[in-house]
């Protein structure tokens, strides 16, 4: 059990530090999820560490942590590109016109 425990702890860590720097990227900052996550795996190592032994709803709650965070992090991502999207269309059509009237003008 200790070996899941660490096996989880590194996931969680791993998922964490990839969240941090795509969330850096998009401009979304430390999500509070993903702090949670981070915080949790410390937690889970700490604890097989120290007892030796990890509690069945230990494991449960880190991967229902680690699902929520992901889950939250990919619909804030999804948002973000949808907007991006939703802009960059806007501004292509608007280019498009530029393009247009300096052409009526020449």
Known sequence: MTF?????????IAS????VRSGQR???GLLPG????????????????????????????????FFASSLHHVGRLRAIRRRREESEGGRLAAYVKYLSASDETT
């Open 4 to 12: 899941l425990a660490f096996l989880l702890a590194a996931l969680l």
């Open 16 to 19: 964490g530090v990839v969240k």
């Open 26 to 28: 998009a401009g979304l």
């Open 34 to 65: 993903t702090l949670v996550e981070l915080v949790g795996a410390v937690v889970l190592a700490g604890s097989a560490m120290a007892t030796g032994r990890l509690p069945a709803w230990a494991v449960v709650a880190a991967l229902g942590i």
